[in-house]
């Protein structure tokens, strides 16, 4: 859990100056090891409870690669960081990598925990896609969003 909250929610500024391809490569590293210690958890050991909680980090890393893809890129906003994710509206790419990258975790080993950050993808996405549900005609970020009158 801590790795999890470590490379999700902790990821600071000084992340950025790996750049693009630095996070991508940390991030996949971190997934590989993740991957293999599910492998080892689950088969070798028999023990379900951390190869879901692995298996819960390798689909937790995965926008935090498809981030450093996009950096590398030229895709993302050149004055946000990755901790301003919450704010972009326009992160659908990130949404369908860690849903790809969950279905396959899913698709490879059915472990009840490696859903909760489907889940939170699927939240956010729903955020996300309600503006072209609904025919908002002026899509802003959520930080530039207009606050309610008092």
Not at 90 to 114: H, K, N, Y
Not at 130 to 148: C, G, H, K, L
Request: hydrophobic content about 55%; some cysteine; proline content about 5%.
């Amino acid at each position: 859990m801590v790795a999890i909250g470590g490379v999700s929610v902790f990821v600071t500024l000084g992340w950025e100056t790996l750049g693009g391809i630095g996070l991508f490569l940390v991030a996949l590293a971190v997934m590989t090891v993740a991957a293999w210690l599910t492998h080892h958890f689950l088969v070798e050991q028999k023990h379900a409870i951390p190869a879901g909680l692995m298996a819960a980090l390798v689909v937790a890393v995965a926008p935090l690669a498809v981030y450093g893809i996009q950096r590398t890129l030229g895709y993302w906003p050149a004055n946000t960081t990755y901790r301003s994710y919450h704010t972009i509206v326009d992160w659908i790419v990130m949404e369908l990598g860690t849903l790809g990258v969950g279905a396959v975790v899913l698709w490879c080993c059915r472990l009840p925990f490696s859903v909760m950050p489907i889940a939170v993808t699927l939240w956010y996405m729903s955020m996300d896609l309600a503006p072209f549900f609904a025919d908002v005609p002026n899509r802003q970020s959520r930080s530039e969003q207009p606050e309610a009158l008092v």
